[in-house]
């Protein structure tokens, strides 16, 4: 099973900051990598797939980069509506893993 | 838009049985690998299992082998999760969600509650 190591678990920046948000595997996952976004009882959001593409309406600010074990989410400029938790997940093989979340909280 | 519908969950005695349904509209629903993700109170996702469009190839965490069964119908665009010997870990909110790349959700139902409790 691919272990997915995510950090910091908590991160708080202020709206208008550059956020950086890592996700480690335990074994090479290519770049069959993808980030999710979550808000307090909503279900959870695609924002990035396959390491660096942008899903449908996901904005500009959010991007993806990375491959083999080490990847990382950005986001450029914070908006009041960006804070929330972040997964990412792998589909390199199975079982399909998330990692622990990371919490993007206002400072 | 793309709407996946969850119903079936509940209150349910450990041991005991429960079977999750997914109604999926506004997609050709048999072209689609679909899934169930789930997520314990004030915890991350899991990943529960997965089914590719015609059944020839499903997938489980190890946790729900042998307890879990998904399956779906083309006909009517419904998806299945039959849980049995439930555990009160499986206590979540399980999500039906679209599989758009094989293991990429690109769209997530809004969750069902599932509570295993005496």
């Known amino acids: 099973e691919t272990v997915l190591t995510q950090s910091p678990a908590t991160l708080s920046l202020s709206p208008g900051e550059r956020a950086t948000l890592s996700c480690r595997a335990s074994?090479?996952?290519?770049?069959?990598l993808a980030w999710y976004q979550q808000k307090p009882g909503q279900a959870p959001r695609l924002l990035i797939y396959d390491a660096v593409n942008r899903a449908t309406g996901i904005p500009a600010r959010f991007s993806g980069s990375g491959s083999g074990t080490d990847f990382t989410l950005t986001i450029s400029s914070l908006e009041p509506e960006d804070f929330a938790v972040y997964y990412c997940q792998q589909r390199n093989s199975w079982p399909i893993t998330f990692g622990q979340g990371t919490r993007l909280e206002i400072k | 838009e793309v709407q996946l519908v969850e119903s079936g969950g509940g209150l349910v005695q450990p041991g005991g049985s429960l079977r999750l349904s997914c109604a999926a509209s506004e997609f050709t629903f048999s072209k689609y690998w679909m899934g169930w993700v789930r997520q314990a109170p004030g915890k991350g996702l899991e990943w529960v299992a997965s089914t590719k469009q015609d059944e020839t190839e499903k997938y489980y965490v190890d946790s729900a082998k042998g307890r879990f069964t998904i399956s779906r119908d083309n006909a009517r665009n419904s998806l299945y999760l039959q849980m049995n010997s439930l555990r009160a870990e499986d206590t979540a909110v399980y999500y039906c969600?679209?599989?758009?790349?094989?293991?990429?959700?690109?769209?997530w139902g809004q969750g069902i509650v599932v509570t295993v409790s005496s």
């Open positions: 074994q090479s996952v290519t770049s069959f």
């Open positions: 969600v679209r599989d758009w790349m094989v293991g990429t959700f690109d769209y």
